[in-house]
Protein backbone atom coordinates (compact mmCIF):
# COMPACT_ATOMS: atom_id res chain seq x y z
CA UNK A 1 0.00 0.00 0.00
CA UNK A 2 1.67 2.80 -1.14
CA UNK A 3 1.81 6.22 1.05
CA UNK A 4 -0.37 8.52 -0.59
CA UNK A 5 -3.62 5.69 -0.09
CA UNK A 6 -2.21 5.54 3.43
CA UNK A 7 -3.00 8.90 3.89
CA UNK A 8 -6.16 8.90 2.22
CA UNK A 9 -7.46 5.97 4.66
CA UNK A 10 -6.15 7.79 7.83
CA UNK A 11 -7.63 11.02 6.68
CA UNK A 12 -10.95 9.42 5.99
CA UNK A 13 -10.71 7.85 9.22
CA UNK A 14 -10.42 10.72 11.03
CA UNK A 15 -13.81 12.51 9.26
CA UNK A 16 -15.32 9.34 10.79
CA UNK A 17 -14.50 10.01 14.15
CA UNK A 18 -15.44 13.54 13.67
CA UNK A 19 -18.71 12.47 12.41
CA UNK A 20 -19.36 10.21 15.56
CA UNK A 21 -18.01 13.03 17.90
CA UNK A 22 -20.72 15.59 16.66
CA UNK A 23 -22.87 13.09 16.86
CA UNK A 24 -22.53 11.63 20.41
CA UNK A 25 -22.15 15.37 21.83
CA UNK A 26 -25.52 16.42 20.05
CA UNK A 27 -27.27 13.55 21.90
CA UNK A 28 -25.69 13.38 24.93
CA UNK A 29 -25.88 17.60 25.15
CA UNK A 30 -29.74 17.54 25.41
CA UNK A 31 -30.10 19.95 22.84
CA UNK A 32 -32.91 18.30 21.05
CA UNK A 33 -35.15 17.79 24.45
CA UNK A 34 -37.75 15.01 24.04
CA UNK A 35 -36.71 14.44 20.28
CA UNK A 36 -33.07 12.72 21.16
CA UNK A 37 -34.83 9.01 21.76
CA UNK A 38 -36.39 9.51 18.13
CA UNK A 39 -33.90 10.70 16.08
CA UNK A 40 -31.60 8.08 17.65
CA UNK A 41 -33.64 5.52 16.66
CA UNK A 42 -33.74 6.97 12.95
CA UNK A 43 -29.76 7.05 12.89
CA UNK A 44 -29.91 3.17 14.32
CA UNK A 45 -32.48 2.32 11.98
CA UNK A 46 -30.44 4.34 9.14
CA UNK A 47 -27.36 2.20 10.48
CA UNK A 48 -28.43 -1.49 9.31
CA UNK A 49 -30.30 -0.19 6.45
CA UNK A 50 -27.09 1.56 5.22
CA UNK A 51 -24.94 -2.27 5.57
CA UNK A 52 -28.61 -3.93 3.92
CA UNK A 53 -28.46 -1.97 0.84
CA UNK A 54 -24.52 -1.66 0.97
CA UNK A 55 -24.34 -5.60 0.74
CA UNK A 56 -26.94 -5.82 -2.08
CA UNK A 57 -25.15 -3.31 -4.17
CA UNK A 58 -22.15 -5.77 -4.05
CA UNK A 59 -24.71 -8.16 -6.33
CA UNK A 60 -26.51 -5.67 -8.26
CA UNK A 61 -23.93 -2.88 -8.80
CA UNK A 62 -20.26 -5.04 -8.39
CA UNK A 63 -21.39 -7.94 -10.04
CA UNK A 64 -24.40 -6.82 -12.33
CA UNK A 65 -26.88 -9.47 -11.34
CA UNK A 66 -30.62 -8.41 -9.82
CA UNK A 67 -31.32 -10.00 -6.38
CA UNK A 68 -35.29 -9.66 -5.30
CA UNK A 69 -34.77 -11.73 -2.22
CA UNK A 70 -32.36 -10.00 -0.01
CA UNK A 71 -35.01 -9.67 2.94
CA UNK A 72 -34.89 -13.42 2.94
CA UNK A 73 -30.98 -13.44 3.98
CA UNK A 74 -32.04 -10.13 6.39
CA UNK A 75 -34.36 -12.77 7.76
CA UNK A 76 -32.46 -15.49 8.45
CA UNK A 77 -29.44 -13.38 10.50
CA UNK A 78 -32.40 -11.35 12.70
CA UNK A 79 -33.74 -14.83 13.71
CA UNK A 80 -30.74 -17.16 14.16
CA UNK A 81 -29.67 -14.32 15.98
CA UNK A 82 -32.51 -13.42 18.18
CA UNK A 83 -32.65 -17.10 18.77
CA UNK A 84 -29.04 -17.73 20.01
CA UNK A 85 -29.43 -14.64 22.40
CA UNK A 86 -32.61 -15.45 24.10
CA UNK A 87 -30.96 -18.79 24.43
CA UNK A 88 -28.05 -16.64 26.29
CA UNK A 89 -29.55 -14.31 28.00
CA UNK A 90 -28.90 -15.96 31.51
CA UNK A 91 -25.59 -16.86 30.97
CA UNK A 92 -24.38 -13.21 32.48
CA UNK A 93 -22.91 -12.05 29.66
CA UNK A 94 -22.25 -8.20 28.95
CA UNK A 95 -24.32 -6.99 26.38
CA UNK A 96 -21.03 -5.76 24.46
CA UNK A 97 -20.02 -9.21 24.08
CA UNK A 98 -23.72 -10.62 23.55
CA UNK A 99 -24.59 -8.42 20.97
CA UNK A 100 -20.99 -9.51 18.72
CA UNK A 101 -22.16 -12.93 19.31
CA UNK A 102 -25.63 -12.04 17.97
CA UNK A 103 -23.97 -10.05 14.53
CA UNK A 104 -21.74 -13.07 14.01
CA UNK A 105 -24.24 -15.89 14.51
CA UNK A 106 -26.95 -13.83 12.24
CA UNK A 107 -23.93 -13.27 9.69
CA UNK A 108 -22.60 -16.84 9.29
CA UNK A 109 -25.96 -18.24 9.26
CA UNK A 110 -26.85 -15.70 6.58
CA UNK A 111 -23.89 -17.03 4.34
CA UNK A 112 -24.66 -20.68 4.93
CA UNK A 113 -27.85 -20.04 3.80
CA UNK A 114 -26.25 -18.03 0.87
CA UNK A 115 -23.71 -20.37 -0.49
CA UNK A 116 -26.44 -23.52 -0.02
CA UNK A 117 -28.92 -20.61 -3.02
CA UNK A 118 -25.91 -19.68 -4.73
CA UNK A 119 -24.79 -22.51 -5.80
CA UNK A 120 -27.45 -23.63 -8.13
CA UNK A 121 -29.25 -20.17 -8.71
CA UNK A 122 -25.91 -18.35 -9.75
CA UNK A 123 -25.32 -20.85 -12.71
CA UNK A 124 -28.89 -18.76 -14.00
CA UNK A 125 -28.67 -14.88 -15.12
CA UNK A 126 -30.84 -11.81 -14.99
CA UNK A 127 -34.54 -12.57 -15.00
CA UNK A 128 -34.33 -15.99 -14.10
CA UNK A 129 -32.23 -15.64 -11.35
CA UNK A 130 -34.63 -12.51 -9.59
CA UNK A 131 -37.41 -15.05 -9.70
CA UNK A 132 -35.12 -17.79 -7.52
CA UNK A 133 -34.23 -15.01 -4.98
CA UNK A 134 -37.50 -13.93 -5.29
CA UNK A 135 -38.47 -17.46 -4.54
CA UNK A 136 -36.16 -18.34 -2.05
CA UNK A 137 -37.46 -15.47 0.44
CA UNK A 138 -40.61 -15.94 0.14
CA UNK A 139 -39.89 -20.12 0.46
CA UNK A 140 -37.95 -18.66 4.13
CA UNK A 141 -40.46 -16.95 5.11
CA UNK A 142 -43.03 -19.41 4.85
CA UNK A 143 -40.79 -21.37 6.90
CA UNK A 144 -40.60 -19.06 9.88
CA UNK A 145 -44.15 -18.61 9.76
CA UNK A 146 -44.24 -22.61 10.58
CA UNK A 147 -41.61 -23.12 12.92
CA UNK A 148 -42.04 -22.49 16.71
CA UNK A 149 -39.19 -21.31 17.78
CA UNK A 150 -39.48 -18.05 15.55
CA UNK A 151 -43.44 -17.88 16.69
CA UNK A 152 -44.72 -19.96 14.52
CA UNK A 153 -46.10 -16.67 12.33
CA UNK A 154 -46.83 -14.98 15.51
CA UNK A 155 -44.81 -11.84 16.90
CA UNK A 156 -41.41 -12.80 18.29
CA UNK A 157 -41.01 -11.24 21.24
CA UNK A 158 -38.96 -10.59 24.04
CA UNK A 159 -35.73 -10.03 21.95
CA UNK A 160 -33.26 -7.99 24.18
CA UNK A 161 -32.51 -4.42 23.04
CA UNK A 162 -28.77 -4.36 22.22
CA UNK A 163 -28.50 -2.50 19.24
CA UNK A 164 -27.49 1.14 20.64
CA UNK A 165 -26.65 3.27 18.12
CA UNK A 166 -23.17 4.39 19.44
CA UNK A 167 -22.41 0.52 18.45
CA UNK A 168 -24.08 0.33 15.60
CA UNK A 169 -22.49 3.31 14.57
CA UNK A 170 -18.79 1.83 14.64
CA UNK A 171 -20.67 -1.58 13.06
CA UNK A 172 -21.69 0.35 10.06
CA UNK A 173 -18.22 1.61 9.51
CA UNK A 174 -16.30 -1.74 10.07
CA UNK A 175 -18.64 -3.41 7.47
CA UNK A 176 -18.59 -0.33 5.09
CA UNK A 177 -15.07 -0.14 5.43
CA UNK A 178 -14.89 -4.26 4.90
CA UNK A 179 -17.28 -3.76 1.72
CA UNK A 180 -15.11 -1.28 0.20
CA UNK A 181 -11.95 -2.65 0.43
CA UNK A 182 -13.07 -6.03 -0.96
CA UNK A 183 -14.74 -4.28 -3.63
CA UNK A 184 -10.74 -2.80 -4.52
CA UNK A 185 -9.41 -6.16 -3.56
CA UNK A 186 -8.31 -8.73 -5.81
CA UNK A 187 -11.60 -10.76 -6.03
CA UNK A 188 -13.59 -7.22 -6.17
CA UNK A 189 -11.90 -6.49 -9.69
CA UNK A 190 -12.75 -10.21 -10.72
CA UNK A 191 -16.35 -9.62 -9.87
CA UNK A 192 -16.49 -6.50 -12.13
CA UNK A 193 -14.32 -8.26 -14.72
CA UNK A 194 -16.81 -10.96 -14.84
CA UNK A 195 -20.03 -8.20 -14.90
CA UNK A 196 -18.55 -6.00 -17.42
CA UNK A 197 -17.75 -9.31 -19.60
CA UNK A 198 -19.09 -12.89 -18.51
CA UNK A 199 -17.75 -14.33 -21.61
CA UNK A 200 -14.35 -13.16 -22.00
CA UNK A 201 -13.81 -13.36 -18.33
CA UNK A 202 -14.57 -16.71 -18.44
CA UNK A 203 -11.96 -17.91 -21.48
CA UNK A 204 -9.42 -16.48 -19.74
CA UNK A 205 -9.35 -18.85 -16.63
CA UNK A 206 -11.55 -17.37 -14.27
CA UNK A 207 -13.68 -19.68 -12.35
CA UNK A 208 -16.99 -17.39 -12.43
CA UNK A 209 -19.12 -19.99 -10.82
CA UNK A 210 -17.29 -19.63 -7.48
CA UNK A 211 -16.44 -15.79 -7.84
CA UNK A 212 -19.80 -15.21 -7.92
CA UNK A 213 -21.04 -17.57 -5.13
CA UNK A 214 -18.41 -15.94 -3.40
CA UNK A 215 -19.66 -12.75 -3.90
CA UNK A 216 -23.48 -13.52 -3.12
CA UNK A 217 -22.02 -15.17 0.22
CA UNK A 218 -20.57 -12.06 1.29
CA UNK A 219 -23.45 -10.07 0.51
CA UNK A 220 -25.56 -12.36 2.47
CA UNK A 221 -23.27 -12.24 5.05
CA UNK A 222 -23.28 -8.91 5.61
CA UNK A 223 -27.18 -8.71 5.30
CA UNK A 224 -27.24 -11.39 8.12
CA UNK A 225 -25.78 -8.78 10.37
CA UNK A 226 -28.41 -5.91 8.95
CA UNK A 227 -30.85 -8.39 10.07
CA UNK A 228 -29.03 -9.01 13.56
CA UNK A 229 -28.83 -5.40 14.18
CA UNK A 230 -32.67 -5.11 12.54
CA UNK A 231 -33.70 -8.11 15.88
CA UNK A 232 -32.09 -6.11 18.80
CA UNK A 233 -33.45 -2.69 18.02
CA UNK A 234 -36.54 -3.53 17.24
CA UNK A 235 -36.95 -6.59 19.91
CA UNK A 236 -40.42 -8.24 18.22
CA UNK A 237 -40.26 -9.53 14.89
CA UNK A 238 -43.28 -10.93 12.23
CA UNK A 239 -42.02 -12.87 9.34
CA UNK A 240 -43.73 -10.35 7.24
CA UNK A 241 -41.86 -8.17 7.76
CA UNK A 242 -39.30 -9.34 5.26
CA UNK A 243 -41.46 -9.62 2.50
CA UNK A 244 -41.08 -9.05 -1.48
CA UNK A 245 -41.82 -5.10 -0.71
CA UNK A 246 -38.87 -4.93 1.67
CA UNK A 247 -36.46 -6.39 -1.11
CA UNK A 248 -37.67 -3.92 -3.93
CA UNK A 249 -37.45 -1.08 -1.32
CA UNK A 250 -33.44 -1.68 -0.74
CA UNK A 251 -33.41 -2.71 -4.85
CA UNK A 252 -34.84 0.72 -5.08
CA UNK A 253 -32.23 2.49 -2.49
CA UNK A 254 -29.82 0.86 -4.76
CA UNK A 255 -31.02 1.96 -7.87
CA UNK A 256 -31.27 5.67 -6.40
CA UNK A 257 -28.00 6.07 -5.07
CA UNK A 258 -26.24 4.66 -7.96
CA UNK A 259 -25.42 0.80 -8.48
CA UNK A 260 -21.41 0.75 -8.24
CA UNK A 261 -21.17 3.37 -5.41
CA UNK A 262 -20.82 2.74 -1.93
CA UNK A 263 -21.20 5.93 -1.10
CA UNK A 264 -24.82 6.36 -3.27
CA UNK A 265 -26.06 3.17 -1.00
CA UNK A 266 -24.88 4.87 2.12
CA UNK A 267 -26.54 8.09 1.14
CA UNK A 268 -29.67 6.77 -0.30
CA UNK A 269 -30.39 4.23 2.31
CA UNK A 270 -29.88 7.67 4.70
CA UNK A 271 -32.14 9.39 3.15
CA UNK A 272 -34.83 6.72 2.33
CA UNK A 273 -34.73 5.95 6.25
CA UNK A 274 -35.77 9.36 7.58
CA UNK A 275 -38.55 10.10 4.32
CA UNK A 276 -40.66 7.47 5.98
CA UNK A 277 -40.47 9.35 9.82
CA UNK A 278 -40.34 12.71 7.70
CA UNK A 279 -43.78 11.52 5.61
CA UNK A 280 -45.58 10.09 8.73
CA UNK A 281 -48.58 11.99 8.05
CA UNK A 282 -48.81 10.52 4.49
CA UNK A 283 -47.83 7.17 5.22
CA UNK A 284 -50.00 5.46 2.62
CA UNK A 285 -48.07 7.70 -0.07
CA UNK A 286 -44.16 6.74 1.21
CA UNK A 287 -44.03 3.94 -1.87
CA UNK A 288 -45.30 6.47 -3.82
CA UNK A 289 -42.63 8.85 -3.53
CA UNK A 290 -40.29 6.29 -3.73
CA UNK A 291 -41.53 5.38 -7.27
CA UNK A 292 -41.70 9.16 -8.34
CA UNK A 293 -37.88 9.57 -6.92
CA UNK A 294 -37.13 6.19 -8.58
CA UNK A 295 -38.46 7.07 -12.35
CA UNK A 296 -36.89 10.76 -11.71
CA UNK A 297 -33.44 9.09 -11.09
CA UNK A 298 -34.02 7.01 -14.10
CA UNK A 299 -35.25 9.87 -16.50
CA UNK A 300 -32.43 12.55 -15.31
CA UNK A 301 -29.88 10.47 -14.06
CA UNK A 302 -30.11 6.85 -15.11
CA UNK A 303 -27.14 5.25 -13.52
CA UNK A 304 -28.22 6.69 -10.12
CA UNK A 305 -27.28 9.86 -8.36
CA UNK A 306 -23.68 8.75 -7.66
CA UNK A 307 -22.89 7.17 -10.41
CA UNK A 308 -19.86 4.81 -9.86
CA UNK A 309 -18.32 7.60 -7.94
CA UNK A 310 -16.96 7.15 -4.49
CA UNK A 311 -16.51 10.48 -1.91
CA UNK A 312 -13.13 10.85 -0.61
CA UNK A 313 -12.57 13.46 2.40
CA UNK A 314 -8.91 13.41 0.94
CA UNK A 315 -9.89 14.14 -2.69
CA UNK A 316 -12.79 16.57 -1.37
CA UNK A 317 -9.76 18.65 0.34
CA UNK A 318 -7.61 18.67 -2.34
CA UNK A 319 -9.68 20.37 -4.52
CA UNK A 320 -10.57 22.99 -1.97
CA UNK A 321 -7.18 23.77 -1.33
CA UNK A 322 -6.49 23.91 -5.08
CA UNK A 323 -10.01 26.27 -5.24
CA UNK A 324 -8.39 28.30 -2.86
CA UNK A 325 -5.40 28.52 -4.67
CA UNK A 326 -6.78 29.08 -7.84
CA UNK A 327 -9.02 31.87 -6.25
CA UNK A 328 -5.76 34.05 -4.65
CA UNK A 329 -4.24 33.79 -7.82
CA UNK A 330 -6.24 37.14 -9.10
CA UNK A 331 -5.75 39.21 -6.60
CA UNK A 332 -2.31 38.62 -6.43
CA UNK A 333 -2.14 39.52 -10.07
CA UNK A 334 -4.17 42.79 -9.66
CA UNK A 335 -2.09 43.43 -6.89
CA UNK A 336 1.46 42.83 -8.40
CA UNK A 337 0.12 45.08 -11.55
CA UNK A 338 -0.79 47.90 -9.25
Not at 1 to 21: D, H, P, Q, R, T
Not at 53 to 73: C, D, K, P, R
Not at 84 to 112: H, K, R, S
Not at 198 to 227: D, E, P
Amino acid sequence: MGKEKKISYFINAVGVLVLFLLLYALFQSGVLGVRTSYLKGICTTACYTIIMVTSLNLLVGFMGEFSLGHAGFMSVGAYASAVVTNMLADAGIPNLLLFIIALLVGGCCAAVTGVLVGIPALRLRGDYLAIVTVAFAEIIRVAFCNFEITGGGRTMSGIAKLSDFYWCFWVTVVCVSIMFLYTRSRFGRTIVAIREDYIAASASGINVTFYKVLNFTISAFFAGVGGAMYAHYMTAMIPTNFNFAYSAEMLTEVIIGGTGSLTGSIIGAAFLSALPEAMRQFANYRMLAYSVVLVLVMIFKPGGIFGKWEFSLTRALKKLVHFGRDGKKPAEQMTGGE
